[in-house]
T-cell receptor
C-alpha cells in the first residue's frame, strides 16, 4: 500500500542540539517526498522536497535525503532553535495521482532554551 | 498577506445540522483541495477541484459535498454532521499538481455537539 510513517512525538530537545525526525514510506514506483511544517496557529507550509533517489532537499538549515534503499526521508538539522518548535509532516506523492499527497501523522517538536 | 483564507477559525454545529466551511484564495491557483485532519492523525484528502472539475476520493462519505463557484472560492458542505466529523478541516491550493507545492490555509476547527 501507500503509507508514510513518522516517529511519534513529542520530540523535546535543547536549543543547539542535533535535531532529527524520522520518516519512512512504503514505495510503489518512485514518489516525490516532502516535509511540511505547521507552526502554532498557522497552516501547513512546504519546508523541503526531493523528487528522486539520492536527492537532498534543504531549507532553513533543515535537510532530508531521499534514500531509496531504506525507503526513508529523515529530517535533520545540525542545531535546533526555539523557533523550530512546530509540528512536522512527512508526505509522499502517488504515481497514479498527481493531486494526492499521503501524509504522515505528524511529529511535534519542542526545542527548549 | 494571507493567500489561502479559511473562515471561520472555529465552527460549532449541532448533530445533524448542516454546516458550510469556506475557503478563498488570492493566488489564482487552478487546484483547490479539502483535507480532514483528526487529532494526532494524518491529514486525509476528501476531494479536490481542478478548475471546475470535481474529483472525489473513493472513501469520502456522501455526507461531504463541495462547491467551487469561481476560481477564488471553495466551500465544504457537511449535510448532516455526526460526532465523528469533528475535526480540523484544511483547505489547500496548488498551481497544477500536488507534486509542486501545496499552499494551506490555517484551517477550521469543527466541533459537533
Amino acid at each position: 500500500g501507500n503509507s508514510v510513517t513518522q516517529m511519534e512525538g513529542p520530540v523535546t530537545l535543547s536549543e543547539e542540539a542535533f535535531l532529527t525526525i524520522n520518516c519512512t514510506y512504503t514505495a510503489t514506483g518512485y514518489p516525490s517526498l516532502f516535509w511540511y511544517v505547521q507552526y502554532p496557529g498557522e497552516g501547513l507550509q512546504l519546508l523541503l522536497k526531493a523528487t528522486k533517489a539520492d536527492d537532498k532537499g534543504s531549507n532553513k538549515g533543515f535537510e532530508a535525503t531521499y534514500r531509496k534503499e531504506t525507503t526513508s526521508f529523515h529530517l535533520e538539522k545540525g542545531s535546533g532553535q526555539v523557533s523550530d518548535s512546530a509540528v512536522y509532516f512527512c508526505a509522499r506523492s502517488l504515481r497514479d495521482s498527481s493531486y494526492k499527497l499521503i501524509f504522515g501523522s505528524g511529529t511535534r517538536l519542542l526545542v527548549r532554551p | 498577506d494571507a493567500m489561502v483564507i479559511q473562515n471561520p477559525r472555529y465552527q460549532v454545529t449541532q448533530f445533524g445540522k448542516p454546516v458550510t466551511l469556506s475557503c478563498s484564495q488570492t493566488l489564482n491557483h487552478n487546484v483547490m483541495y479539502w483535507y480532514q485532519q483528526k487529532s494526532s492523525q494524518a491529514p486525509k484528502l476528501l476531494f479536490h477541484y481542478y478548475d471546475k472539475d470535481f474529483n472525489n476520493e473513493a472513501d469520502t462519505p456522501d455526507n461531504f459535498q463541495s462547491r467551487r463557484p469561481n476560481t477564488s472560492f471553495c466551500f465544504l458542505d457537511i449535510r448532516s454532521p455526526g460526532l465523528g466529523d469533528a475535526a480540523m478541516y484544511l483547505c489547500a491550493t496548488s498551481v497544477r499538481t500536488a507534486n509542486e507545492k501545496l499552499f494551506f490555509g490555517s484551517g477550521t476547527q469543527l466541533s459537533v455537539l
